[in-house]
């Protein structure tokens, strides 16, 4: 079962590409006199994958050129050209692509349950008998062994969520979550925390996710200095999808915020399609007509 991603787990359920876009530096599109974008010219640079904790053939047999290839449509359709020309490119945009490892992925979930499991539930002990000095021992009390938690156990569990913090807050600046993740914090115990919740049970998924960070191509080249003027970062849950399908789909919906500020986190369902079978009809062969 660990072998590929498993269905979803509620018939409906949408499913819903994040995206977050910034502009850095001033950067902005310029226009054409009739509104459109003005062509930009660039060149790819493999940034590379980050490897799943499971194995998914959907996404592991993919190289760099075959997701590649698929971002080209969408970065043509916003006027990102491709150049062969060094003289004449003016962006290098990076390609990191791959799949992250949320907490309720079975290795980091079976961390936490075997924390969980240790702390067993402790029975206090009866209350002393009426007219009695609250100091005086009680007769019949529990062992003095069950009456507190074992310190090592809490540790443990202390350990447990920090590690869980730590993953989702790793996972939320990777996927461009951070922001938003930051403007919901201290909502837990609020009418509001349903969107930090909305928002943590994304990061402890696994997500597969594309990140575009497009570079000053004539700077780098010529002076060997980094200079990032945009950069898109896209994901999807891993889990009942498949990263080689999804992934123009995927880049389709993030298109429209290329070389832009989302000014946070986006996040858009994916329209699901649907096919209908009418009624089963036989067609008889056409006449060849003769010579």
Known sequence: MLACPS????????????????AWKGYVRAKLPDGSPQPETYAFGNGGRISGPIVDDTI???????????????????KYVAASDP????????????TTTGAKDPSNKATYDAAQSTQSVVTP????PSGSHPS????????????????????????????RDSNDTRNAMLLGYDSELAATFGLENTPLRSSRESLINDLEDNRYFVVLMAYDFQLLWKEKKHKL???????????????GKRLPTMMLTASKYFGSDTDGL??????????????VRVLEPTPTPEK
Do not use: C, H
């Open 7 to 22: 269905s979803r787990a509620a018939a409906g359920e949408e499913e819903i590409v994040a995206v977050a876009s910034r």
């Open 60 to 78: 592991d047999k993919l190289d760099f050129k075959d997701v590649a290839q698929i971002i080209a449509g969408p970065l043509a359709e916003r």
């Open 87 to 98: 003289n004449k490119t003016t962006l290098l945009i990076m390609v990191y692509w791959g």
């Open 125 to 128: 002990p009866p209350p002393p």
């Open 136 to 163: 005086a021992p009680a007769t019949g009390g529990a062992p003095k062994a069950t009456q507190s938690i074992d310190q090592n156990s809490l540790e443990l569990m202390l350990m447990a969520n920090q590690q």
């Open 229 to 243: 003027l945009w950069e898109t970062r896209i994901s999807l849950r891993q889990r009942g999808n498949d990263f």
């Open 266 to 279: 986006v996040r858009n369902p994916i329209p699901e399609g649907r096919v209908e079978i009418g009624e």
